[in-house]
């Protein structure tokens, strides 16, 4: 069976601070896969997406970056955060033309 | 115009009741939806996929697919309180994405 991990869990960074997360799928090979923010009471916005090692498709510009190393490891960062950028950080997998399995998230508050 | 449009709620059903939740979507040539449920503080976790016209179901939930009218449903038989959550549509978009909702709050009250 295929499992999805995020880390950290939970985050609280300054205001001009770097910023790494990382999520990584088992059980599955060339996944595509998804990075989304969902603001507080509000849905889900998607950052980033990426069908293959090295193919990053950017939905929204902003000061963020995703990065995809590995074929089952997505990572999205930022060079210095924004108290905007706050938020539930939720990555997700999908195998083409399929619904999508979201990993557990990473809750980021900016201070 | 929202691709999938959802209301927003809170809608509050008493227990053991059915639970309606509706979902309008504008592009005539989507062919693949689903539902998630998410709980408080916790990410989406699929309910339900769906791809023909009809009903689907699945224990207590029914999900229904109406193309020519544009709308997805999902139906929760004897509800509990423990399906007090936020309910997302979405459908599969073009280019390998999933079109959410806002989702519906909904609210079982014993």
């Known amino acids: 069976s295929q499992t999805i991990h995020q880390w950290p869990a939970t985050l609280v960074q300054p205001v001009g601070s770097p910023l790494s997360l990382e999520c990584t799928v088992e059980?599955?090979?060339?996944?595509?896969l998804y990075w989304y923010r969902q603001a507080a009471g509000r849905g889900l916005q998607l950052l980033f997406y990426?069908?293959?090692?090295?193919?990053i498709s950017s939905e929204v510009p902003q000061n963020l970056s995703a990065s995809r190393p590995q074929d089952r490891q997505f990572i999205l960062s930022s060079k210095k955060l924004l108290l905007s950028d706050s938020g539930f950080y939720l990555c997700?997998?999908?195998?083409?033309?399929?619904?999508?399995?979201f990993g557990p998230g990473t809750r980021l508050t900016v201070t | 115009q929202k691709e999938v449009e959802q209301n927003s709620g809170p809608l509050s059903v008493p227990e053991g009741a059915i639970a309606s939740l509706n979902c309008t979507y504008s592009d005539r040539g989507s062919q693949s939806f689903f539902w998630y449920r998410q709980y408080s503080g916790k990410s989406p976790e699929l309910i339900m996929s769906?791809?023909?016209?009809g009903d689907k179901e699945d224990g207590r939930f029914t999900a229904q697919l109406n193309k020519a009218s544009q709308y997805v449903s999902l139906l929760i038989r004897d509800s509990q309180p423990s399906d007090s959550a936020t309910y997302l549509c979405?459908?599969?978009?073009?280019?390998?994405?999933?079109?959410f909702g806002s989702g519906t709050r909904l609210s079982i009250r014993p």
């Open positions: 990426s069908v293959g090692i090295g193919q």
């Open positions: 997700a997998w999908s195998r083409p033309l399929a619904e999508q399995y």
């Open positions: 979405a459908r599969y978009s073009s280019a390998s994405k999933i079109i």
């Open positions: 769906i791809y023909s016209n």
């Open positions: 059980g599955t090979s060339n996944p595509n």
